[in-house]
């Protein structure tokens, strides 16, 4: 698979990314999507914003990237919360399922396509932060193959119908902890900025043979609620924005958090970003595939997340 993609053809002609999952994970008819999103929207009103912080401004969520008829409800509870006059640019960070990143990678689009409407690619942000040296580019096959960010397109197309706003798209690597540092640290600015919005894709713990990961503690009663207890465990660290104690809990336990590093570079821009101190995360849903009952079960779990800040930017 090329990677990489030349900076005079990136800079070129307009280059749509198509919905390679659509059809299969969630559904490619523009009418049954957008009644499938619009019950579930319905069904996570009135949000959380609107009652813990009322004018607080919503900065960041973190939503779940599996089919829609797995953790769509979950996601529903995210983009409740969006109001989309007030959203102008939105950061979408996803882990990289398919190839081997070391760092992050911005799109080659122009356009990223779903049933429910295109989205425009914000080249003139993404031209920016490839001058920074730090980001490498993602070729056209590669982020269409790559699920983590295209699940949440049909969300955001949905919820910002009728209002300006662009794009952009970041693929994260298997990055260090120095890394995520600097990543943070160079997004942060558009986390500061008013009208951007950043969205962090990743499902929580894969469990079972297949996904080669089953830790059990049977203090907590049977699997499934001891996978709830690990993570939540992890849930409330990110609450508590506190990317280092994340990552000594994933050392420890290697939860399978599949978007634990786009999680943790989103850490980073929160304590990076001079909001910071009045910035919160608050999880608002959590879900589960299924109950493991036995060590033959599996199963992966989702859990949705806002960030918002007290302060009015």
Known sequence: VVFLQSLADATMATKVRRPLHAGSWYSDDRDEL????ASFLASAQPGTLKTVAPSGTLKALIGPHAGYSYSGKTA????VDIDPAQVTKIFLLGPSHHVYLDGCALSSATTYRTPVGDIEVDTATCAKLRESGHFQQMSLQVDEEEHSLEMHLPYIAHVMKGH??????IMVGAI?????RLYGSLLSEYFDAPGHLFIVSSDFCHWGARFRYTFYDKSQ???WNSIEKLDKMGMSLIEKKSAEDFREYLEEYENTICGRHPISVFLQVVNHSKTAETSEVKFVHYAQSSKCKSMSDSSVSYASAICFSSKSN
């Open 34 to 37: 957008e009644r499938q999103l």
């Open 221 to 223: 009663g049977q699997i």
């Open 176 to 180: 260090n902890a120095k890394s995520e």
């Open 76 to 79: 529903a509870y995210g983009y």
């Open 164 to 169: 300006p706003f662009t794009l952009v798209p």
